[in-house]
């Protein structure tokens, strides 16, 4: 269904919305939606800098220190 849009049919649905909206409406929801893009990526990188803390903490050597100088 969404396959024959194509570009013309993009600019006839943005005039739409911008026409029903109004400039103001539109560009405060693109500014919210750039936030919360930027807070997912944010997330995101988060998250993964948690799990290699946590996975690089299980991997730290644990040999006890009298042990360490046997060779």
Same mark, same amino acid.
């Given at each position: 269904?969404?396959?024959?849009?194509?570009?013309?049919?993009?600019?006839?649905?943005?005039?739409?919305?911008?026409?029903?909206?109004?400039?103001?409406?539109? %560009?405060?929801?693109?500014?919210?939606?750039?936030?919360?893009?930027?807070?997912?990526?944010?997330?995101?990188?988060?998250? %993964?800098?948690?799990?290699?803390? %946590? %996975?690089?903490?299980?991997?730290?050597?644990?040999?006890?220190?009298?042990?360490?100088?046997?060779?």
């Amino acid at each position: 269904m969404l396959n024959n849009i194509g570009i013309p049919g993009l600019l006839l649905i943005a005039v739409v919305v911008l026409v029903l909206f109004g400039r103001g409406k539109v %560009s405060a929801l693109m500014g919210e939606v750039g936030k919360g893009i930027t807070a997912f990526k944010r997330g995101v990188k988060d998250g %993964s800098e948690e799990i290699e803390k %946590s %996975s690089a903490d299980a991997a730290r050597d644990v040999t006890p220190p009298t042990e360490k100088d046997k060779v």
